[in-house]
């Protein structure tokens, strides 16, 4: 007998165990320390399919809200995701998912972010979305980094440090919610790095003696071996500062290129990198959009005082039409959007390409909607 449901607490040493047997080889840590909220019994969020009373197939559910501006945009982050050797090809996964999404609606989310982009996903409208500029800074490239006011200090994370950090994440644009102990726990629990046999240690520039910049950066975790170049996975602060702390964290531990990834309304940042190569790359993994009209609403507060916005939204319908189509009404005009357009014009502003003039402009003033780089500390 087949039965879906949620883990209960006594079954998620089982769901660890499961996971662990998936994906974790001797030299890593286990899934459940690296990934708490996704075997929280307090959460007690994921799925799983059981035969017969036996976890078979997992998949780890962890809900957020995503800041950006004065806007609350609820989601959901799925990951871990995993079947029983021995009972794979049975269709679990999609079974479970189906039920996920009925969850997440319930909950009134209106994304859905995975860590993959596999069929399983794609198939059921989970896709690619968002851009990101990923840079490379190296010895030869890193002399025109100066601090050009001569105050900056640069220095490893100090217990006096959290408040500050807590401070500097909360200022960013558009950035997942994180209290003073998220932020502690997601360094400590060093999720994404942790698939990749890496290791977090965390940098600060500070001014007058007070935080102005930190960065979490992913260097090597010796003796294991791993083909990655180190990466900053999250960041916060002054733009030059973010920028000259990656350096110093090249420079600190031994690393011979260390990459940046920025995302497009991270302005500052990508003035202070542009002398830098880089090249443009997809958000990591994929969104499901649950509702468009529910996204709209909770994303109402950060365009209030964006010219044009009001104009634009009071002129805006939608209309869900079969297989996850939008109609979109502008302005009078009608649009016909698959899943993947209405993503690309949520996140990248790709418009319609038969958009009139007005049209154009009104959702030129909504969108693209600034959003966080998903393979930061918060990856499920």
């Not at 021995?86 to 999609?94: P, V």
């Not at 044009?308 to 502008?330: H, K, P, W, Y």
Request: one cysteine or more; charged letters at 20%; a negative charge.
């Amino acid at each position: 007998m087949l039965e879906i449901r949620t883990v209960r607490p006594e079954e998620m040493n089982d769901a660890i165990a499961l996971s662990d047997a998936v994906f974790r080889d001797s030299e890593q840590v286990s899934m459940g320390t690296a990934f708490p909220d996704v075997f929280s019994t307090s959460l007690g969020q994921s799925y799983g399919a059981f035969d017969n009373g036996k976890l078979v197939s997992f998949m780890g559910l962890v809900p957020g809200v995503i800041r950006i501006g004065q806007a609350r945009v609820n989601v959901y982050l799925l990951g871990s995701v995993c079947t029983h050797t021995e009972h794979r090809g049975q269709g679990y996964a999609s079974q479970i998912l189906e039920r996920i999404f009925e969850h997440i609606d319930k909950a009134g989310a209106s994304l859905l972010l995975v860590s993959g982009g596999r069929s399983l996903y794609t198939r059921v409208h989970c896709l690619p979305y968002g851009q990101i500029q990923r840079f490379s800074l190296n010895a030869e490239s890193t002399g025109q980094l100066q601090d050009s006011s001569g105050q900056l200090t640069l220095r490893e994370l100090a217990p006096t440090d959290w408040l500050h950090l807590h401070k500097l994440a909360a200022a960013r644009t558009a950035a997942f919610e994180q209290s003073v102990f998220d932020i502690a726990k997601l360094i400590q629990s060093e999720a994404i790095v942790s698939c990749i046999k890496m290791k977090h240690r965390v940098v600060v520039a500070q001014k007058a003696g007070v935080p102005v910049a930190y960065a979490v950066i992913a260097v090597p975790n010796p003796p294991y071996t791993n083909k990655r170049t180190p990466f900053v996975v999250e960041h916060a602060g002054d733009a030059q500062a973010i920028a000259m702390l990656a350096d110093y964290a090249r420079e600190r531990y031994g690393l011979s290129e260390i990459r940046v990834a920025v995302s497009p309304h991270e302005t500052g940042l990508l003035e202070a990198m542009a002398p830098f190569e880089s090249k443009t790359e997809k958000n990591q993994g994929t969104v499901k959009i649950v509702s468009l009209p529910r996204l709209l609403e909770q994303l109402q507060p950060y365009w209030q005082g964006h010219p044009g916005a009001a104009q634009a939204l009071q002129s805006l319908s939608v209309e869900a039409l079969e297989e996850d189509m939008i109609r979109l009404t502008v302005h009078g005009q009608s649009f016909t959007l698959n899943p993947q357009q209405v993503i690309s014009l949520v996140f990248e502003g790709d418009l319609p390409s038969e958009a009139d003039p007005q049209a154009a402009s009104a959702l030129s003033a909504l969108f693209p909607v600034p959003f966080p780089f998903t393979d930061g500390l918060n990856y499920v």
